[in-house]
């Protein structure tokens, strides 16, 4: 079986055990679009009171949260089991995916997938659509053309981050206050644009960990506000970021997989 | 008082085990720290004086939100949930100590040690972020009351949630819900004197204010005065009211409790 299809079928197994659960899907949806709303509200009394941050209105401020809650949303539905790699790792769990004449990789990535994520998409799209409409925003269609790549960009670099991240449990055996570093930074960048940040901070979240990638650089241009960044052209670079970023995975997983010792769980 | 002690040991004696993420968490709660301060800076410098405290208040508000999230870690619900969700729930039932005083002890153990992570913290903030110390002694004092009422409420809230478990099984998904409401209406992050009046009404009859923002307000000085002692009260009857009812809920969700397996 080619390593696409072994993919969607997992993916679809993955998706049918989940479905076994509709009372857990509405209350998980409920939760995570209030915690959207309690977010973007508190970012809405803020700037009630001060107009503005930094020269972000607003919705603008809307649009940043939401460009990067779109990407985030599709790895949080595929990819969130990154977190408990360690625990496969400390039981030995892990090892099922080496017994198997498959792609190891390819098992692992299609092992899980979280409905969560649909809640945090619809209220992405919402956000976004929102925005549009307030701040009057007419894209050409070269740009709306480019909000998918950009997107799917934020996904692949939030994912390889992530995977890096969680190999570390391959040396270590614990990864997940590593993820939490990222977690944060994510977070951060999803909450306030970069530009409002000392140096260091804009150097780390352009450079070091590129989540800035995920949505400021990107909404910088799509808001026609490029004339903000360093140079015009990091606005445009977010899927070579991305692929940079999964060679870099694949290098690391490479490694990781010659390291492994089973626990023998 | 040797059962707290006890608590307070064994936690400690569980975060030895990850000595390395403690170093971080401390390096994170900073960072976090770190992007409240610019927030409140560049909102300052944009507006200054649009909030009846000054700029080094509110970033001292800032910081403070965030080194007091350890509130946040006690993970009481998350033990109980988990005890009841395995059935190993009855040996906490048989042991010779009352389950709300466990349950106190274990989280006063977990919080102890939060704090622990925070003060580091909250040191390189005082030399770099330019927060304030309190006015004065007095103001010290009230501060140190008003975390310890403020430390009892939110335990409460979380021992009631933990209890929830006996009814749903999974508090996962109400906890998401329940920690981003206590953000919001508990002040943490946005003070609450800059919400629209009527989000105002509805904190003020809610118990969240007495967890992060009448002991952070008091700390800056945004209560001073005879509205100390008033804050103090409300925090105070907000103790009294969910200790006894989480008492009741707790001998009522006693009887419904199925163990399963055990």
């Known amino acids: 079986m080619n390593p696409l299809r072994l993919y969607l079928r997992l993916v679809g197994i993955s998706m049918q055990a989940r479905l076994q659960y509709r009372a857990d899907f509405f209350t998980g949806a409920f939760s995570v679009i209030a915690m959207n709303v309690m977010s973007l509200a508190l970012i809405g009394i803020l700037v009630y009171r001060f107009e503005a941050l930094n020269g972000w209105n607003i919705w603008q401020l809307f649009f940043l949260y939401c460009l990067w809650l779109l990407g985030h949303c599709i790895y949080s539905l595929f990819f969130w089991h990154f977190w408990d790699l360690e625990e496969d790792l400390i039981r030995g769990t892990f090892d099922q995916f080496l017994l198997r004449p498959a792609s190891v990789f390819i098992q692992y990535i299609g092992r899980e997938v979280q409905y969560i994520g649909f809640a945090d998409m619809l209220v992405a799209i919402a956000g976004l659509a929102l925005s549009y409409v307030k701040l009057g925003l007419h894209w050409s269609p070269s740009l709306w053309f480019f909000l998918p790549v950009i997107v799917l960009s934020g996904t692949m670099i939030e994912m390889t981050l992530n995977l890096m991240v969680a190999c570390i449990s391959f040396w270590t055996g614990r990864s997940s206050i590593a993820l939490d570093m990222i977690m944060e930074f994510n977070v951060i960048v999803q909450h306030y644009p970069v530009d409002i940040f000392g140096t260091w901070f804009r150097v780390v979240v352009t450079g070091l960990i590129p989540v800035a990638f995920m949505n400021y650089y990107p909404a910088l241009l799509l808001l026609g506000k490029i004339d903000k960044a360093a140079v015009p052209w990091l606005g445009y670079i977010s899927p070579i970021v991305a692929l940079l970023l999964v060679g870099l995975t694949t290098i690391v997983w490479h490694y990781a997989m010659r390291r492994y010792s089973s626990s023998g769980g | ?262």
């Open chain 2, 1 to 262: 008082m040797k059962i707290f002690w006890a608590f307070i040991r064994q936690a400690f004696q569980f975060a030895s085990v990850y000595r390395f993420n403690f170093f971080v968490e401390i390096f994170l709660t900073f960072v976090r720290m770190y992007s409240i301060y610019w927030v409140w800076r560049i909102l300052y410098t944009q507006k200054p004086g649009a909030f009846g405290v000054d700029m080094k208040q509110m970033i001292t508000y800032g910081v403070l939100g965030v080194a007091m999230q350890i509130f946040m870690w006690s993970r009481v619900q998350w033990y109980i949930a988990n005890q009841v969700k395995s059935g190993a729930i009855d040996t906490d039932l048989m042991k010779p100590l009352d389950f709300h005083i466990h349950m106190l002890a274990r989280s006063i153990g977990e919080t102890v040690i939060g704090s622990a992570l925070a003060l580091p913290a909250l040191i390189v903030a005082f030399v770099f972020l330019g927060v304030s110390l309190p006015a004065n002694i007095g103001t010290a004092v009230a501060f140190f009351i008003s975390i310890m009422l403020g430390f009892m409420v939110i335990f409460h809230l979380n021992f009631i949630l933990g209890m929830l478990a006996v009814f749903t099984l999974d508090i996962r998904h109400i906890s998401w819900a329940y920690m981003s409401i206590i953000r919001f209406f508990g002040g943490q992050w946005v003070p609450l004197w800059l919400f629209p009046p009527a989000l105002v009404v509805i904190a003020n009859f809610l118990p969240f204010q007495s967890t992060f923002a009448i002991p952070m307000s008091i700390y800056i000085g945004k209560i001073a005065g005879a509205d100390v002692i008033k804050a103090l009260g409300i925090q105070f009857s907000w103790m009294v009211a969910l200790a006894l009812g989480s008492r009741i809920f707790w001998t009522w969700a006693h009887r419904r409790l199925v163990v399963q397996g055990g």
